[in-house]
Nanobody, 115 residues
Framework: QVQLVESGGGVVQAGGSLRLSCVVSGSIFKFLSMGWYRQAPGKQRELVAA???????NYADSVKGRFTISRDNAKNTVYLQMNSLKPDDTGVYYC?????????WGRGTQVTVSS
């Protein structure tokens, strides 16, 4: 059974940094991409950053230049380094893994940026 577990969220002041981690356990037939999504109160879940199996990355315009997605295959972990955080970055951050069979989601980690 595949499981995704996020960690690293917390409360930080505007301008600060956090690094989120997503550890994947279980057997994946074919991994296509992994991504970080976030959902603010009263808003829809949105893509923040994604990385493909080939290493290509893409980011939401609102986080370009501030966030970096990376992965460590040996540790089955994907990271999201978040710098220069803004109050608008507040929300629950979810990790998603897309495979040829289905998508998997973690339960999320809360990020709160105070002004």
């Amino acid at each position: 059974q595949v499981q995704l577990v996020e960690s690293g969220g917390g409360v930080v002041q505007a301008g600060g940094s956090l690094r989120l981690s997503c550890v994947v356990s279980g057997s994946i037939f074919k991994f296509l991409s992994m991504g970080w999504y976030r959902q603010a109160p009263g808003k829809q879940r949105e893509l923040v950053a994604a990385i493909t199996s080939g290493g290509s990355t893409n980011y939401a315009d609102s986080v370009k230049g501030r966030f970096t997605i990376s992965r460590d295959n040996a540790k089955n972990t994907v990271y999201l380094q978040m710098n220069s955080l803004k109050p608008d970055d507040t929300g629950v951050y979810y990790c998603r893994l897309s495979s040829t069979v289905r998508d998997y989601w973690g339960r999320g980690t809360q990020v709160t940026v105070s002004s």
